[in-house]
Structure formats: structure tokens, C-alpha cells
């Protein structure tokens, strides 16, 4: 604190200082007719008080009562003939126009008693150098306080934040700043917080996703390996085929989860670039619709376009479409006989709802089931298994939007996936 305060304090002192010779040069040097004026101004009616009181007299009366009004007045006063005074041209012309002259540093003033003949010099005290010697010390006492009863709180404050930052860098992801809500540094440490939270989410979905993805790779290549050892061992032709047969249904398994890795990977960390594009709404949804429809049909469910409100759409038509296409999966996977997709204006926003007629989904998991790798159903085939990703990323992408997505209970008693995001230019 103390190397601060001290920074603070000699520029500041500096910069004070500065201003004052400034002020000082620019009245005398560059405003000199307009600080001369206002002196004159100023001892022009003590000069005519003088000068009244002394033009009748002469000689030594003059004399004498110039010294008797001396020690009623603030200013050595003397008396000087005009040819000792030394005038200019300009002091010539001020004095018979009956101005007072202003000489030196606007301490000495000359007044024209008897027509020029007898000039009266006034001159006012020197300022005491000790009066400025204390009145600068104080002034550099009062800044000096000022300045430490607003560095104090400054101090205190940064270095909450950096220890914070301290115990973060430690390894403490936990390491939060709370400031009271009159400090100037509050958002500081509000950024400094949100960094912490976004990097401590980071490096948990980084250890879940490390975790997870040497956990989903382990049964299907265990199940390559497998029927590998018995592709070595089988004679018949047609069995070899069918074992060849689930190998490819193996590694395309394995394809698509590495791709849906890799794809919420990068929007997990922020490296993908979101791009709106403004595209046919109903061409986008039957592009869609059209993707997964083989998939339903090898199902046995009606894939269904209900109800489409909009013209025009503002989206990153890839990745929308790749949330969308992992909803209508998941609905078609668990739906009975039926999933219809709706597309409608929703306040300032879109909203997309797939609703299906399958056992729905229960209220204490419709939180969870947005989280990567998790899984409400137990079972791990590829029917119903899933890898746990593609609801996770259809929530990323909305967020990546500007919006959100949810699950509620559809008009069938299944479920009915809602998901919103707001229009942009």
C-alpha cells in the first residue's frame, strides 16, 4: 500500500504544483494587460485617498503628513520627484490621463500628485516566505490525507483480488471475490468471478468429458476385439459376413461419437463461430424432417410436420439443424407411435417444440438429462442407450443462440421438448 500511496501521492503533488505555475504563468506572462488592470482597479481609490490628502500641501508640509498617514495605511508610502521616477512613454500617457502606473511583479504603484511635477510611489508589503512555506505544507498535508482515505479502500479491495487470484492460480477453483457494493472495483471482481466460474466449468467438463469418453469408448472396442477373435476363428463365410457386419456397425458407432465429442468440445470452449444466416423456415424444417425420416420409419413412427408459423428464420442453419435432428433421435427412440415438430413465433424469439407420445420423461430428471454423459435410462443398447451428448449439445447450441431448451410433459402424455432462442439482426 505504501509504495502506492506514495506513486499516488508524488504525482499527484506534481501535478498540483504544475497547475499553480500554470496558473501564475499564464495571468503574468501571457494575460499580462488584463492582471495589470485588475491591480490598478484595485488600489486606484486608496491612490486617490492619498493623493487628495497631499496635493494641497507643499514641501516639508507635504512631507509631514505623509509620514502621519503612514502608519494608518498597509503600504510604504514615499514621495519622488518625476525626473528620479524614470517613466515611459506608456506610464507617461497613464499618469496624464490620471491612471495609477503599475510597475514590477504588481507590487509597486505610481500616482501623479500636482501635475506630474511630485509622483507619489506606493508599494506593497512583501509577502512573508515562511506564510507560503506553511501554506503549501498544509496543502501537501491536506492532499496527502485526502489521498490515503481514498487509496485505503482501493488498496484493501485489489488485494482481495489478488489473493483471490493467488489461491485461484493454487489450484482453488473455488476462490470467489465478494466486495461490498459502494467499492469502484466491484465489477472487476464481477469479471474476475465470471472468468473463475466459466474456467472452473471448463476444467470440470474437461475431467468429465476425459472420464466419460474412456468409458463409452470401452464397449465398442471391447466388442471389436471380440468379434475380431471370433472373425479368426469362424469358418463359414456367411457367419464372417455378419461378424464383419457388426464390426462397421461398431466403428460407425464409434464415428459418430467421436464426431459428437468433437462438436460439443468446440462449443463447450467457445472455438466454434456462430453465424446467422436468414433461411426459409419450412424448406429448413422438411431438410430436417427429411434426415431422420428412415430412422423413424425403421421405428414404426409418424414423423410429422404440425404446424410451421414462421417465413423466415435467423440461425446457424448447421448446428440448429444438428440440435433439432438430436431432439427428433430422441423422441423417435422412445416415442410409441407419433412425434410431430411445430416451429411458432414466441415473444421477441422462435420456439421449436418435438413432442412425442412415449413414456415421457420424470420431473426430477428433466434437469439432469441436459447434462453430458448422463443418462435416466439404465439401459445401454444402441436402441435406448445413446451416448448421453445430444441433449447436451441441443442445450448448448440454444445458449450459443441466445436462448434455452426444456422438456415438459406433451398432449399425449410423452414428452414435449421446447426449445426457444431470440431473434437477432
Not at 505555475?21 to 488592470?37: G, H, I, M, Y
Not at 490620471?98 to 514590477?104: A, E, I, L, N, T
Not at 436468414?278 to 431422420?292: K, M, N, T, Y
Not at 423413424?296 to 428464420?313: K, N, P, S
Amino acid at each position: 500500500m505504501l509504495r502506492l500511496f506514495l506513486r499516488l501521492y508524488v504525482i499527484l503533488a506534481l501535478g498540483l504544483a504544475g497547475a499553480i505555475w500554470l496558473v501564475n504563468f499564464t495571468f503574468d506572462e501571457l494575460l499580462p494587460e488584463a492582471n495589470e488592470t485588475y491591480n490598478r482597479e484595485a488600489m486606484r481609490g486608496p491612490a486617490y485617498a492619498l493623493v487628495e490628502q497631499l496635493r494641497p500641501l507643499l514641501g516639508e508640509a507635504r512631507d509631514a503628513r505623509l509620514a502621519e498617514l503612514q502608519p494608518h495605511y498597509g503600504l510604504r508610502l514615499a514621495l519622488m520627484q518625476r525626473d528620479a521616477a524614470e517613466l515611459t512613454e506608456r506610464e507617461q500617457k497613464l499618469l496624464a490621463d490620471g491612471q495609477v502606473v503599475v510597475r514590477g511583479d504588481f507590487m509597486e504603484f505610481v500616482a501623479d500628485i500636482d501635475d506630474g511635477r511630485q509622483l507619489l510611489n506606493i508599494k506593497l508589503p512583501e509577502e512573508p516566505r515562511w506564510l507560503y512555506l506553511w501554506a503549501y505544507s498544509l496543502l501537501g498535508l491536506c492532499l496527502a490525507v485526502v489521498l490515503y482515505f481514498w487509496v485505503r479502500p482501493h488498496w484493501r479491495d485489489l488485494e482481495h483480488i489478488r489473493l483471490a487470484a493467488q489461491r485461484f492460480g493454487d489450484n482453488d477453483l473455488g476462490s470467489r471475490i465478494l466486495l461490498p457494493r459502494r467499492s469502484t472495483v466491484r465489477e472487476l471482481a464481477g469479471h474476475f468471478n465470471q472468468m473463475a466460474e466459466r474456467i472452473e466449468s471448463l476444467i470440470a467438463n474437461q475431467r468429465e468429458l476425459t472420464n466419460a469418453v474412456s468409458h463409452e469408448l470401452r464397449t465398442p472396442i471391447a466388442r471389436l476385439s471380440f468379434e475380431l477373435d471370433q472373425l479368426k476363428q469362424e469358418a463359414d463365410p456367411r457367419q464372417s459376413r455378419a461378424l464383419i457386419n457388426d464390426m462397421y456397425a461398431d466403428l460407425g458407432e464409434l464415428e459418430e461419437m467421436v464426431s459428437e465429442l468433437l462438436t460439443y468440445a468446440s462449443l463447450e470452449r467457445g472455438a466454434t463461430q456462430i453465424t446467422r444466416e436468414s433461411i426459409e423456415a419450412h424448406s429448413w424444417l422438411d431438410s430436417v424432417i427429411g434426415s431422420v425420416a428412415l430412422e423413424a420409419e425403421a421405428a414404426g413412427v409418424q414423423l410429422l410436420l404440425r404446424t410451421c408459423e414462421v417465413d423466415y428464420i435467423r440461425i446457424e442453419p448447421r448446428f440448429m439443424a444438428r440440435a433439432l435432428i438430436n431432439l427428433l433421435r430422441n423422441a423417435i427412440r422412445y416415442a410409441d407411435r407419433r412425434v410431430e415438430v411445430s416451429l411458432v413465433k414466441f415473444g421477441a424469439g422462435y420456439e421449436v417444440r418435438v413432442n412425442d407420445d412415449g413414456p415421457g420423461v420424470p420431473m426430477e430428471g428433466r434437469a439432469k438429462i441436459f447434462e453430458p454423459f448422463l443418462r435416466l435410462d439404465a439401459s445401454r443398447d444402441r436402441r435406448t442407450g445413446g451416448f448421453g451428448l445430444g441433449l447436451a449439445l441441443v442445450r448448448r447450441v440454444c445458449q450459443w443462440h441466445g436462448g434455452q431448451v426444456e422438456v415438459l410433459d406433451s398432449e399425449w402424455g410423452g414428452a414435449s421438448f421446447r426449445m426457444t432462442w431470440a431473434y437477432a439482426e
